[in-house]
């Protein structure tokens, strides 16, 4: 049983991920992600065709079912029924035999056979407030091997405090304007007012306390990270 002190994940996945229609278009508002580079990220660490893989925040399975093409077995994982649900019906598909897709959170999922050689998360750790972010990273390093790797990519902010406003205005005035395709200037106001993100420098703390040593950083402007870790 989850501990009455808990936080409830599922309410906070955002309600446009339990919306059906939304998940269904899902990828066409994303621009379909190239998972290419986070895979090689992982076999640049010595992740290779016999490892474990898991996707925490699997959402349609943009990564998962890339990498099941290239690495053994494959868990996705994410909070949302709706997304569940359409993830195994890609997978089903596909005939992506070697994914498991699994309904939990970063704090409910439970890691079932050997150690994950490896752990992805694509924009799905800014649903968590800090706090709760670092008792995720600290079960993501439960479930890994020592020497797996952690490929984060999320919203993050490399940017001082100070700097905050200005970069935000920056920001919403390089948004689109159709929200079927794309995010809008209410879309990134309703993420800086209502999710988690959180600066770089914080983030990077949390990465160091629960376990892991960064190897590469790379960011796109001042909001999006790519990080690639080794758990110790």
């Keep these: 049983m989850r501990p009455p002190w808990m936080l409830d994940e599922l309410a906070h996945a955002g309600p446009e991920h339990l919306d059906p229609e939304f998940v269904a278009n899902f990828d066409r508002k994303q621009g379909h ?8 990220a992982l076999t640049t660490h010595g992740v290779d065709d016999t490892a474990t893989v898991v996707d925490l925040g699997a959402g349609t399975g943009q990564f998962a079912l890339a990498a099941a093409a290239r690495f053994a077995r494959v868990v996705a994982v994410d909070v949302a029924a709706p997304m569940v649900e359409h993830l195994r019906a890609r997978a089903r598909e596909v005939r992506a035999t070697n994914v498991e897709v699994v309904q939990a959170g970063f704090l409910g999922y439970e890691h079932t056979g050997a ?3 490896a752990v992805h998360t694509r924009h799905a750790l800014h649903q968590l407030p800090d706090f709760w ?21 999320d919203l993050i902010y490399d940017l001082r405090p100070d700097e905050a406003a200005a970069a935000f205005d920056s920001w919403l005035a390089t948004a689109g304007t159709d929200p079927a395709t794309g995010y809008t200037a209410d879309d990134y106001a309703e993420h800086i007012r209502t999710e988690h993100s959180t600066f770089r420098w914080l983030f990077e703390s949390m990465l160091d306390e629960t376990g892991f040593d960064i190897v590469d950083v790379e960011f796109t402007g001042p909001f999006f990270g790519a990080y690639t870790c080794l758990r110790r």
């Design 115 to 117: 150690p994950a050689d």
């Design 133 to 153: 972010k670092v008792l995720a990273l600290r079960r993501i390093a439960a479930t890994m091997r020592p020497g797996g790797v952690l490929r984060v990519r």
């Design 33 to 40: 992600p190239d998972p290419s580079d986070d895979i090689a």
